[in-house]
């Protein structure tokens, strides 16, 4: 069997330097890294009429996958052979991920971003320079503590952690400074896994070096003894993490297997996080193309009302058009079908779990974007149930597109790229919420508008960081959902399109350095952890360095 890295393997790849020009990044803006690679030094991208913003979100995800990245990338391949100036913009993968149960994130088949060996691994360095600043906080955090405490930091109250880019549960509560009076002040504390962290975050909202430094600078590390919240910028630490990220925050330039110019920067999920990739790569795209194509991480419930709600309002952004994908199977799953099922035909399945893509074009319709639908095929899906999911469409006055963009890359994205020509507009969208109403409005909307849940409850931790929150004038934060992304609900076996079920918010966490509140929800963690068959168990080089297994 053909695998994507077979596939990405046998591809002669274009020099990056080639790929620059093409893209019309300037020379002395391009920093090699390697012949494939390169970093885009954003501040030598001369600004122009900016592109416009097309955003790709999906349905709910199932475990059979539903391939929005492979769609985005095959969308933007197509878009290329129509000539139409267009340029991707994605995230990074993380390790977690990729050691974990996805495996790559770097599209598939003929639908890829390359070379995706380095993209899924460890690329250009970023999540290490990400974990570095992390971690060299922390440090600076309990030094600061062992030798004197100056500040009055409540070694019971730092909520400052750790960070490694692996799904490793075993550090999600860990104690530091055992050992003795030499060893430092021991600390309950734990790690977070790096695509989570606020430092990836404060990355991927930073618009340059300095706004990434005045954000570094405005991270709470903790509370004092008498509660007050202590920053980054009082322990002098901003200089030093800044340092450690003065090339991260430079966007990394790729391509994609039909030779179009690609960004992948920046990585934070988007259950436990904010879920798209950089602002600062998204507008060196805008300054280079005319469309713009970007993701954001699974549903319209978790990264594309983030992308609204976050990234689009500290950016700026207005979004011309946007696009769900969904598959067939995915419509079966929602309506209970086994996944061992999924591939024999089921008409009837399919009308009934449409419910769920039905609900995520209503949703990004509510930031003003009317979408299109991606219909991503596999070989398993039958003409009747083809025929079910247009007919839905013509019944709701639904733009809808078939595509078959792993088998055939940019070839099978045609009638898609069409479709969302025909519906791009000049730019109209808008946020939910105004952070102004306080956090309490800004969770209650989400969950009404977004999840259709029936009422918001606080747990005693919660109502008790909501104080804190107000205590601090961190209140009028823009929110960032910690949900899970298999279902609407914080339910992930709730299917299909719930309605009036209860939000659980069980904590708050103000991340002022990158300018929103964590509410976690359910039982999603910061720090996943490997499932019983990790996909690393399938991944190994050769002694050529080859590399196999790893999607």
């Not at 975050?201 to 919240?229: C, H, M, Q, W, Y």
């Not at 299917?495 to 929103?516: D, M, N, Q, Y």
Request: glycine share 12%; proline share 5%; charged share 20%.
């Amino acid at each position: 069997m053909t695998t994507d890295v077979d596939i990405a393997q046998a591809h002669t790849l274009e020099p990056i330097t080639d790929i620059a020009e093409r893209a019309g990044v300037p020379a002395d803006a391009l920093i090699p890294y390697g012949h494939y690679m390169a970093k885009v030094n954003a501040k030598r991208v001369a600004e122009s009429n900016p592109g416009k913003v097309v955003l790709v979100t999906g349905v709910s995800p199932t475990p059979a996958g539903e391939g929005k990245s492979t769609v985005l990338i095959g969308l933007a391949d197509a878009l290329a052979k129509m000539g139409r100036n267009a340029m991707v913009a994605l995230r990074e993968p993380s390790l977690g991920p990729v050691m974990g149960i996805k495996g790559g994130a770097a599209g598939g088949g003929y639908s890829q971003v390359v070379p995706m060996e380095n993209i899924n691994l460890h690329f250009t360095g970023d999540f290490h320079a990400v974990t570095s600043a992390t971690n060299t906080l922390a440090a600076l955090i309990d030094n600061h503590i062992q030798k004197g405490n100056e500040l009055g930091i409540d070694p019971r109250r730092i909520t400052w952690q750790r960070c490694l880019d692996v799904n490793d549960r075993s550090l999600r509560r860990v104690v530091t400074g055992l050992g003795g009076p030499g060893d430092g002040v021991p600390t309950q504390t734990g790690f977070t896994i790096t695509a989570a962290s606020e430092i990836m975050a404060i990355l991927g909202l930073a618009s340059d070096l300095a706004d990434l430094k005045e954000r570094l600078a405005n991270i709470t590390v903790g509370l004092t003894f008498d509660k007050r919240p202590v920053t980054a910028g009082q322990l002098g630490a901003e200089g030093a993490l800044a340092t450690l990220l003065k090339e991260a925050i430079n966007p990394n330039l790729v391509q994609t297997l039909g030779g179009t110019p690609a960004l992948v920067h920046g990585g934070p999920f988007a259950n436990i996080a904010h879920g798209c990739n950089t602002l600062l790569a998204t507008r060196t795209a805008q300054n280079l193309s005319d469309i713009v194509l970007t993701e954001a991480g699974f549903g319209s419930d978790l990264g594309a009302e983030k992308f609204f709600d976050i990234k689009a309002r500290y950016g700026d952004l207005d979004v011309a058009g946007a696009v769900v994908v969904a598959t067939i199977r995915s419509m079966k799953y929602n309506a209970g079908v086994a996944k061992e099922d999924l591939t024999e035909e089921n008409v009837n399945a399919v009308t009934e779990g449409i419910v769920n893509l039905e609900r995520h074009v209503e949703n990004v319709a509510k930031f003003g974007v009317t979408p299109v639908v991606a219909v991503n095929l596999f070989t398993s899906d039958t003409e009747a149930e083809r025929n079910a999911v247009r007919e839905w469409a013509e019944r709701r006055g639904v733009a809808l597109a078939e595509c078959d963009v792993w088998g055939k890359g940019g070839d099978g994205a045609g009638e898609l790229a069409e479709t969302l020509l025909d519906n791009l507009s000049e730019g109209t969208s808008r946020q939910l919420y105004d952070p102004a109403d306080g956090v309490e409005n800004a969770i209650a909307t989400i969950a009404r508008e977004i999840y259709r849940a029936g009422k918001v409850e606080y747990s005693v931790n919660a109502l008790r960081d909501l104080g804190t929150l107000k205590d601090n004038g961190f209140d009028t934060l823009p929110v960032c959902m910690s949900k899970t992304q298999y279902s609407f609900s914080e339910e992930p076996s709730l299917l299909g399109a719930p309605e009036g079920h209860t939000l659980h918010v069980r904590k708050l966490i103000p991340l002022t350095g990158a300018g929103f509140v964590v509410a976690l929800t359910g039982e999603v963690m910061t720090m996943p952890g490997l499932p019983s068959k990790p996909a690393a168990n399938n991944i190994d080089v050769d002694e050529n360095g080859v590399v196999s297994g790893l999607f």
